[in-house]
Nanobody
């Protein structure tokens, strides 16, 4: 059974940093794409960043590029999202998600394409 547990959220001021962690169990990292979505109040869930160790693939949304960095520690079954220069518009619940790796020619970025989800961690950025 695949389980994903997020941690690391909190309340920070604009410009500060947070590191989110996702503890993954029940899966082999080289068989899955794992990443982060977020959902702000009143908005749709959106993809933030993904990693597929099978082909060294990483994805960042336009809002995440240059500020966020995704990484994984396969020995610890952990995926991290380092978020720097946080902005109030980054305020959302952040979810860790995973799906079976679909090969090097297609990488999923939409929520409906992911099969396994954590319960989320709240990130609040004050101005």
């Amino acid at each position: 059974e695949v389980q994903l547990v997020e941690s690391g959220g909190g309340l920070v001021q604009a410009g500060e940093s947070l590191r989110l962690s996702c503890a993954a169990s029940g899966l082999a990292f080289d068989e899955y794409t794992i990443g982060w979505f977020r959902q702000a109040p009143g908005k749709e869930r959106e993809g933030v960043s993904f990693i597929a160790s099978n082909d060294d693939y990483t994805y960042y949304s336009d809002s995440a590029k240059g500020r966020f960095t995704i990484s994984e520690d396969t020995a610890k079954n952990m995926v991290y999202l380092q978020m720097n220069s946080l902005k109030p518009e980054d305020t959302a619940i952040y979810y860790c998600a995973a799906r079976y790796y679909a090969g090097p020619y297609y990488h999923a970025v939409e929520p409906y394409e992911y099969d396994f989800w954590g319960t989320g961690t709240q990130v609040t950025v004050s101005s």
